[in-house]
Each structure stands twice: as structure tokens, then as C-alpha cells.
T-cell receptor, first 116, second 108 residues
Framework: NAGVTQTPKFRVLKTGQSMTLLCAQD?????MYWYRQDPGMGLRLIHY???????AKGEVPDGYNVSRLKKQNFLLGLESAAPSQTSVYFC???????????????FGPGTRLTVL | AQRVTQPEKLLSVFKGAPVELKCNYS??????LFWYVQYSRQRLQLLLR??SRESIKGFTADLNKGETSFHLKKPFAQEEDSAMYYC??????????FGTGTQLKVEL
């Protein structure tokens, strides 16, 4: 039982390049989330998904796209990377929505992305 | 809108001293509050939530609706408590709002 895994762990991009971050969970969780963590800003929600085939915008969605084609996977895409997207990206999943039993979010180890 | 404020970026205490990590929130309804912790080279994980009224690793947190606070406390700090602590809130919707975090450093 690996929990939440993220691929890759590190990546360096040039401005304008594209990439996809993969999040996978083996806990059969319905809900998945993508956050970015920046110094002095805490964790900010980028996009989230309440189930296979559904996605929704979070607090800072601009410049990112997501897809949830399979229940266990949640992909975060950067179509044209910008230096402002340099950050540590965390994926999380939960059994239920925030605010109820089983809503504990389980986090992945993070992906450190640098955009030059 | 929901908002979480952690006024201290860094809190440094000596081993055995009491610890209080401050968290204030802004939310018009009845919030649920959490403390998450990130130890060095480990992933972020839930420490405790107010609805459980539990003590985890000696830490407790009481929700004070009058002061809109959810401070995290421990009577005697241990070296292994050194970590990044995040206060988080949900208004019963589908997402957590995190504070900016407080780095706790326990010195010998």
C-alpha cells in the first residue's frame, strides 16, 4: 500500500515548455487535490476532483489544467511554464469531502519544479 | 470567504518549555479546524482536528469561537517536535484553506 505517489520528484523546465505531473493513489479515494507550496504563502489549492471524470478550480488555477480519467490518477498539466510556477507541488487524496468523517487528506511527497 | 492566519513564521523554544502555535481564522459559519504537520523529509500529515477533541503526541488545540482561534499547545516541547505546522480550515465545503505555516524549532 503505497498511499499517494507523485512523479517526477524533481524537474527543471525552461520558460514556455510543457509538462505533466502525475499523482496516483491506491486507497480508492474519491477526492483528489493539487496544491502548490511557496515560501510565506502556505499551501494553495490549484484544482481538485470529486470523482473520476470531474475536476474543479481551486484558489490559483490559472496556467494549469487537470484531468481525472481514472479514479486512482490525477494529472496536473502546465501548457506553457512560467517562472512564477516555480514551486513545490503536492497532491492529496481523501475518502470524503472536507468536513466529515473520513475527510483526512493524505499527501504525496511533493514535486519540486523549477522554471528558468 | 474563509481565511487562516498564522502570525509566526518561526517559533523557537527550548526543550522542555511550553509551546503555543497561534492560529486565527475568519469564517462566517461553523468551521472545522485542523492542524497538519510536516516533519523534515516527510510528507504533510494530519496531526489533529478540533472535532475529535484528542491529544496527539502531547499536542492539544481548543477551538475558541469568541476569539476565532485554534492555537496548538504542548506543555513540554521535545526535540522531535521540530517541524512545520499548518493550521487549516474547512467551512464544510469541499476544500481546506491552509495558513502560511509556522516553523517550530526546539533547541536543546
Amino acid at each position: 500500500n503505497a498511499g499517494v505517489t507523485q512523479t517526477p520528484k524533481f524537474r527543471v523546465l525552461k520558460t514556455g515548455q510543457s509538462m505533466t505531473l502525475l499523482c496516483a493513489q491506491d486507497m480508492n479515494h474519491e477526492y483528489m487535490y493539487w496544491y502548490r507550496q511557496d515560501p510565506g504563502m502556505g499551501l494553495r489549492l490549484i484544482h481538485y476532483s470529486v470523482g473520476e471524470g470531474t475536476t474543479a478550480k481551486g484558489e490559483v488555477p490559472d496556467g494549469y489544467n487537470v484531468s481525472r480519467l481514472k479514479k486512482q490518477n490525477f494529472l496536473l498539466g502546465l501548457e506553457s511554464a512560467a517562472p512564477s510556477q516555480t514551486s513545490v507541488y503536492f497532491c492529496a487524496s481523501s475518502l470524503r469531502l472536507a468536513g466529515g468523517p473520513g475527510d483526512t487528506q493524505y499527501f504525496g511527497p511533493g514535486t519540486r519544479l523549477t522554471v528558468l | 470567504a474563509q481565511r487562516v492566519t498564522q502570525p509566526e513564521k518561526l517559533l523557537s523554544v527550548f526543550k522542555g518549555a511550553p509551546v503555543e502555535l497561534k492560529c486565527n481564522y475568519s469564517y462566517s459559519g461553523s468551521p472545522e479546524l485542523f492542524w497538519y504537520v510536516q516533519y523534515s523529509r516527510q510528507r504533510l500529515q494530519l496531526l489533529l482536528r478540533h472535532i475529535s477533541r484528542e491529544s496527539i503526541k502531547g499536542f492539544t488545540a481548543d477551538l475558541n469561537k469568541g476569539e476565532t482561534s485554534f492555537h496548538l499547545k504542548k506543555p513540554f516541547a521535545q526535540e522531535e517536535d521540530s517541524a512545520m505546522y499548518y493550521c487549516a480550515l474547512t467551512g464544510g465545503g469541499n476544500k481546506l484553506t491552509f495558513g502560511t505555516g509556522t516553523q517550530l524549532k526546539v533547541e536543546l
